[in-house]
């Protein structure tokens, strides 16, 4: 069946006409229940909360909180509230489904409760463990699994002053010696982290193997994919670094107070 352009437009008019007679005051006011001849704000008020008695239903209101609950994930600056409110959202919209016996919703916030409870999980271990750096827990144990063993003989020299750096170590048995300094490293103590934030990438000072034992290596370009996929390791790796700059103030300020008394 073919159409000429004047049948279509015909079409297309007849179609905004009834669009419009759908969308008209009037109408609306005879679809709520009121009449258009003699509206009032209390006919109107008195209209809505009949409608509103007349679909309360336990099913209705556990979606109303579910829907209020989800309103405040948007307001929310917070990853941890906003996983909370997300969650109890769920619980509200999967019992609505149970109880309006609607399966597909049902389904799909059952499914997103686990998933918001794992990353809420995931953040506050995240928070404990930034709360953890900031009073000097600043262990780096869980980096091992992404280092790999190297072993040193005494009088080895691990990395000289002005070296290219491309690697940080974590020593694990034996001592080292930071030559200018004269400080010795005993086992679980980081070594050559300053490289990794100097601009040109070098080593700071000299150290050398004074007994015998091994080391934990990771590359720097190592360092940065960890920091990409665990933000939180910057925070710790601030905090080391800033600890250990410290001391060597606090270390150059004694030799400082010595050399005037001599």
């Not at 009121?34 to 008195?46: K, Q, R, S």
């Not at 799909?108 to 409870?117: F, M």
């Not at 034996?174 to 050559?192: A, T």
Request: with cysteine.
């Amino acid at each position: 069946m073919n159409f000429s352009s004047a049948d279509v437009s015909t079409i297309m008019d007849r179609i905004l006409d009834a669009a419009a007679d759908n969308l008209r005051i009037a109408k609306i006011l005879v679809q709520l229940g009121l009449d258009p001849d003699n509206v009032t704000y209390d006919a109107i008020f008195n209209r809505l909360v009949e409608i509103g008695l007349a679909n309360i239903t336990l099913a209705n209101m556990c979606a109303l909180i579910g829907a209020i609950f989800f309103v405040a994930t948007l307001l929310t600056q917070t990853m941890v509230p906003l996983r909370v409110a997300n969650m109890v959202g769920c619980t509200f919209f999967a019992a609505f489904g149970v109880l309006a016996g609607d399966i597909k919703t049902f389904l799909l916030y059952l499914l997103l409760l686990p998933i918001n409870a794992l990353r809420l999980r995931q953040m506050l271990n995240l928070v404990k463990k930034a709360r953890s750096a900031t009073q000097g827990d600043t262990s780096m144990e869980w980096l091992k699994p992404f280092m790999t063993e190297r072993k040193y003989r005494k009088g080895d020299v691990l990395f000289k002053k002005d070296d290219p750096a491309n690697e940080m170590f974590l020593t694990v048995t034996g001592n080292f010696l930071v030559k200018e300094i004269n400080v010795e490293l005993p086992p679980g103590r980081l070594m050559g982290e300053l490289g990794f934030l100097s601009p040109d990438n070098r080593r700071t000072a000299t150290v050398e193997c004074t007994e015998a034992g091994h080391v934990l290596t990771i590359t720097y370009e190592k360092l940065l994919e960890i920091y990409f996929q665990n933000p939180q390791f910057g925070y710790y790796f601030l905090v080391l670094t800033s600890q250990r700059l410290l001391e060597n103030i606090a270390r150059l300020e004694r030799a400082v107070a010595q050399n005037k008394i001599a």
